[in-house]
């Protein structure tokens, strides 16, 4: 008897209704003890914990309770009852209560949606997990120089023929996004951006599962091929079976220019790091031995399960140093492995495919997601327990009337169940209405919020479980824990303990606050710089087209008449002020990088400088206002009555540079660097002597936000690279006036031609596209914290007003001003924004400096960034708490003095 | 008499109620059971029959004494009702009329 459980007696009478207890423990017990005679000791005791068990049924622990029970049940619907008359009789409360809580909760899961979409990034492939990108590193004898996403064309040979480990490798190029593919099919013109990816059948091994309709190993096999991406497919081909389509492309070779349609490939989807609607041959543009002196070629690996990248990397770089005697340009170069799942937020190097995301940011943005939603849960609790000080009576007097506490908890989360199921429904509300506007606010698409990180969502919603939870609780314990006969008295307690942690609260509310409307003044303030600081060039008034005929096969004396023709029609009209060609246009990402091919001697070492070649006309530069600091310009190409080769003409031979190329060169200044005579390989395959007639100021070409690096100016004569052509507007004249001239000139030059044009300011501004998006997410999230925050001080000060009634009163009675006592209830507030400021200040400084360090052209962090987010707060909290203050501080002191 | 109706565990157990008299409690209708049908029961069957049992009417009960096989814990005796008793025999009868019923058949052994 002894040994037999001490839980199973407690385990019964939580179970068994009082008047039953005693017999059924009785019973289990006499039964035992009868078995124990006859099966035995040990059987006994297990059919004991058994028969306990069995007790657990409804026909035990549900009977004689049905009595209470019906009690409840009607007491539940009472609840409701009080909970809707709380929330209607107090409309304004309940309003802020349920905004503050449904905005928070659409705040945390809008910055959920952006987290998981930019965590879900390259993880659609099968095997995302075991591929990976094979980056390049080039050392300088002080360290890293540079590190770049393409790596030496070799490389793909060398990893196929040697490593064992690698399921599969592949490599391509791809021209940029904003390079358009022109191609005619039946007679239609098209002109397509998003750029083409040139690669072999292996791209399907390492990324399985993209082609839709063609062969995996055939499709690419041969020079005429090319595969569309399914949206492609329905723009060209609309209802026709695009396969075995033929279409029309010029080739910068002047070879083939009838192209089949041999496969269809899936759109990428937005959450991939690269993105393409044309896939090409990989074209033979290597000579033999010269895949190791250019790095030009994304090189993708599948590992085979169970190998490391590191391991692979390691021997690799084995290779590497082992080559090097061979081959020069990979003398100081070191190659490394990097998770195809890690390039979206890890990878920032020369050459990536796209503008990546940044890690950091995901982290803030899901930081700022949970402090929202902490913060409206805070205030709802500040919101609650301010009002407690009407609501202790009302407890008092059911305790004392005999409520158990249990069914007062009850009651309380009733109410709050109430106010968090009409919060979530407005949350569901607002969400489905900004949704639609959230792709314009963060630049990710509609279509592809998926679901797709599973886990992110789990925990946030495993957070909005257990913090509703928990916020629901604390209000009813702090309640149940008053004294019913001290609050019938009056005397509501409010312990200092409360308060410390509710200004704690507060503080951190306002010092998020300040964070965050730093945060915004920082980027506007380097948003406004970048797209108003001195560029050092020009691009008002300036439309830009693209010469159709670029790379076309057409022969190159008709695409000089062609522009010729352009040209000359277009300084016909009085709208149009000057023209220019080049390869690249200002904000166009320059196509032509140069290592190693432009030396003081052709016997210098080997230099992994990265020089970028534009070509230019004679007006380019005057066009642009670009400033020459010493030297000449390109003379006009020469007046022939007949096209001439450009090598022909006597300028051809001749450079220009910007400083940083003279100073990479070695030159001290733009005036000793004129007239040097310097080694170029151009286009010829030896290097040439070219003659530098000018060096003009850095200036950025690209963006702002990217370091200026040296620039090589070639002249264009011919139609040789003349990519973009660029009109300066009059100014006096209206810009439909002066498009309408500019349509006339095209269809003169290019009859069949479709008629693209862009106005270079707005092209310019595209590069501050991912600022912009910050800035607006940063604007609209402080914004939230900000009207979240005012909430709190609005219950604060509800609080404290509630809370100081009576010493209100008696400093009324003895002669206090309304203004004293508006100051005197002010000043709490006032105190804990300059304590936040204090705390929040080393912070604000933290995150400038480490946002503004990523721009090479920076503002100052000033005082200012401090001083009016401080401003701000305190107006709306002094607008904010000054009706509640107001409203205090003129009670009829009677009114509060004459209960005691 | 027709809106009664007992399954054969609640008849058993109030046959066993009846038959058991002064000495009627959980524990040991459970080991009569046992015995008599070589059955396996569960106690918490048994509580729940009784108690539906009460409820219906068919079975009261009194506090009884405690004994020390019990460590000390009062049983709860019942006893059979009137309307108990009624509703047992008319079942019988009305099975006893059925059987009459049944032709008589030879179990033949084959």
Redesign the interface.
Same mark, same amino acid.
């Given at each position: 008897?002894k040994s037999l459980p001490a839980w199973s007696e407690r385990f019964l009478r939580a179970i068994c209704p009082d008047e039953?207890y005693?017999? !059924?423990?009785?019973?289990? !017990?006499?039964?035992y003890?009868?078995e124990v005679k006859t099966v035995g000791n040990r059987k006994a005791k297990l059919r004991f914990i058994l028969?306990c068990f069995?007790?657990f049924?409804p026909? !035990?622990f549900l009977?004689h309770k049905f009595s209470s029970n019906t009690n409840t049940i009607d007491m539940i619907f009472i609840y409701f009852t009080i909970a809707y008359r709380r929330l209607v009789n107090r409309k304004a409360f309940s309003l802020i209560n349920v905004t503050g809580l449904a905005v928070g909760i659409t705040a945390f899961f809008l910055i959920i949606q952006y987290v998981s979409f930019e965590l879900s990034y390259d993880r659609f492939y099968p095997n995302s997990d075991s591929i990976y990108r094979i980056g390049l590193e080039r050392y300088k004898k002080n360290g890293l120089q540079t590190s770049s996403s393409e790596n030496f064309a070799g490389l793909k040979e060398l990893i196929r023929e040697n490593f064992p480990e690698v399921d599969a490798v592949t490599g391509f190029y791809k021209t940029p996004a904003n390079t358009g593919v022109f191609f005619r099919y039946n007679g239609k013109i098209f002109n397509e951006l998003g750029g083409e990816l040139n690669t072999d059948s292996t791209f399907f091994k390492v990324f399985p599962g993209r082609l839709v309709k063609g062969d995996e190993a055939t499709a690419l096999r041969e020079r005429h091929c090319m595969l569309v991406s399914e949206s492609m497919a329905k723009k060209v081909f609309g209802d026709d079976e695009p396969v075995g389509q033929h279409i029309q492309m010029p080739n910068d070779g002047g070879g083939v220019s009838e192209r089949v349609i041999t496969g269809i490939f899936k759109d990428f989807p937005a959450n991939s790091h690269m993105h393409a609607n044309f896939m090409l041959p990989l074209e033979p543009v290597m000579k033999d031995g010269d895949e190791w002196s250019q790095a030009f070629l994304h090189t993708y690996v599948s590992l085979k399960e169970g190998h490391h990248m590191e391991a692979v990397s390691n021997r690799l770089n084995q290779f590497y140093r082992k080559m090097a005697v061979k081959y020069p340009e990979i003398k100081e170069t070191k190659s490394f492995l990097q998770p195809l799942t890690s390039i979206h937020l890890a990878s920032d190097m020369q050459d990536e495919l796209e503008a990546n995301g940044s890690k950091d940011l995901v982290y803030i943005a899901s930081a700022v997601a949970l402090i929202i939603l902490i913060i409206a849960w805070i205030n709802y609790i500040n919101l609650e327990t301010a009002r407690f000080a009407t609501r202790a009576r009302e407890v008092s007097v059911r305790r004392i009337i005999g409520s158990a506490k249990s069914d007062l908890a009850l009651q309380f989360f009733i109410e709050y169940f109430c106010v968090l199921v009409l919060s979530i429904s407005l949350a569901t509300l607002l969400m489905t209405f900004i949704i639609p506007r959230f792709s314009y606010l963060t630049g990710i698409p509609i279509d592809s919020i998926q679901w797709s990180q599973r886990s992110i969502w789990l925990i946030a919603f495993a957070v909005l479980v257990v913090g509703s939870i928990l916020v629901g609780i604390y209000p009813s314990i702090f309640l149940l824990r008053l004294n019913p006969a001290a609050s019938l008295k009056g005397k509501f307690g409010n312990t200092s303990g409360g308060r410390t942690i509710r200004k704690t609260l507060i503080i951190i509310q306002f010092s998020v606050s300040l964070i965050l409307i730093a945060c915004v003044l920082v980027m506007r303030g380097q948003l406004d710089f970048m797209q108003t600081v001195d560029k050092k060039f020009d691009v008002d008034n300036v439309v830009t087209l693209r010469n159709p005929t670029a790379y076309s096969s057409e022969e190159v004396v008709e695409k000089n008449t062609a522009y010729r023709t352009l040209e000359n029609k277009l300084m016909e009209n009085s709208s149009v002020q000057m023209v220019s060609s080049s390869s690249a246009i200002p904000g166009t990402e320059i196509g032509f990088t140069y290592v190693n091919l432009l030396k003081r001697n052709v016997n210098d070492p080997y230099d992994p400088t990265r020089f970028k070649t534009l070509f230019v006309d004679h007006n380019y530069l005057p066009f642009y206002g670009v400033n020459l600091l010493a030297g000449q310009n390109f003379g006009p190409a020469r007046p022939a009555q007949k096209w001439i080769d450009p090598w022909d003409d006597e300028n051809w031979l001749t450079l220009i540079l910007n400083e940083s190329a003279i100073h990479a060169l070695g030159f001290n200044s733009p005036e000793e660097a004129v007239d040097k005579i310097v080694e170029f390989e151009n286009f010829e395959d030896h290097f040439q002597k070219h003659r530098i007639i000018g060096v003009v100021e850095d200036y950025h070409h690209e963006a702002v936000k990217k370091e200026i690096f040296p620039m090589i100016f070639s002249p264009n004569y011919g139609s040789f690279q003349q990519v973009y052509y660029s009109i300066r507007l009059n100014p006096a004249s209206s810009p439909e006036q002066a498009l309408d001239d500019i349509r006339k000139s095209w269809t003169a030059a290019f009859p069949d031609k479709p008629f693209e044009y862009s106005f270079l300011d707005d092209y310019y501004d595209q590069q501050f596209k991912s600022e912009l998006y910050t800035k607006r997410i940063f604007f609209v999230f402080a914004g939230i914290a900000v009207f979240i925050g005012c909430l709190g001080i609005l219950g604060m000060t509800f609080f404290e007003a509630s809370a100081r009634q009576k010493e209100i009163s008696i400093r009324k009675v003895l002669g206090a001003s309304v203004s004293s006592l508006i100051g005197l209830l002010s000043r709490d507030n006032v105190r804990l924004i300059l304590l936040s400021a204090v705390i929040a200040t080393p912070l604000i400084l933290f995150i400038a400096q480490k946002w503004l360090s990523t721009y090479p052209m920076r503002i100052d962090i000033s005082p200012m960034f401090i001083v009016i987010p401080l401003a701000i707060l305190l107006v709306l909290v002094a607008f904010v708490s000054s009706f509640q203050t107001i409203k205090a501080a003129s009670i009829n002191p009677i009114d509060h003095l004459k209960n005691e | 008499m027709g809106k009664e109706f007992l399954n054969e565990f609640e008849e058993l157990i109030l046959t066993l109620v009846a038959a058991l008299r002064e000495n009627s409690y959980g524990a040991a209708i459970t080991i009569e059971i046992q015995q008599w049908l070589s059955r396996k029961v569960t106690l918490s069957a048994v509580h729940v029959i009784l108690y539906r049992l009460e409820d219906k009417g068919y079975i009261k009960s009194k506090v009884g004494g405690a004994t020390n096989e019990r460590g000390g814990r009062r049983k709860r005796i019942y006893s059979i009702t009137n309307a108990g008793l009624a509703v047992l025999r008319s079942m019988k009868e009305t099975r006893t009329k059925i059987w009459k019923l049944v032709p008589l058949l030879k179990i033949v052994n084959s």
């Open positions: 008897m039953l005693e017999q !059924i423990e009785g019973d289990l !017990i006499e039964i003890n009868y028969a069995q007790f049924r026909g !035990i009977r | -």
